[in-house]
């Protein structure tokens, strides 16, 4: 069983349902398989800059979010120029 911040996988695509529903936007089960699809992939992406650590032990919610955003526009900035 896969977990990190003490979620397992399903319990995390139900919290992120949840949570779209919850701010209306929602839209059909084919937006929310597209949304599952890209944040898996920004998760890898970020793993793999380093942003996030690949390290279960350390829990997502413990990161500080603007640090990781800014990191990542950083990179994309930099392989634009």
């Not at 597209?34 to 898996?40: A, I, K, M």
């Not at 380093?50 to 690949?54: E, K």
């Not at 955003?69 to 120029?81: K, N, T």
């Given at each position: 069983m896969d977990v990190r911040d003490g979620l397992t996988v399903p319990q995390l695509v139900?919290?992120?349902?949840?949570e779209l529903d919850h701010a209306g936007a929602l839209g059909?089960?084919?937006?929310f398989t597209?949304?599952?699809?890209?944040?898996?992939t920004r998760y890898l992406q970020l793993q793999l800059a380093?942003?996030?650590?690949?390290d279960r032990s350390i829990a997502i919610r413990s990161l500080d979010a603007g640090k990781v955003?800014?990191?990542?526009?950083?990179?994309?900035?930099?392989?634009?120029?």
């Open positions: 139900s919290r992120l349902h949840d059909d089960r084919a937006n597209s949304f599952l699809r890209v944040t898996c380093g942003l996030i650590p690949t955003l800014a990191g990542e526009r950083s990179r994309f900035f930099s392989s634009v120029a």
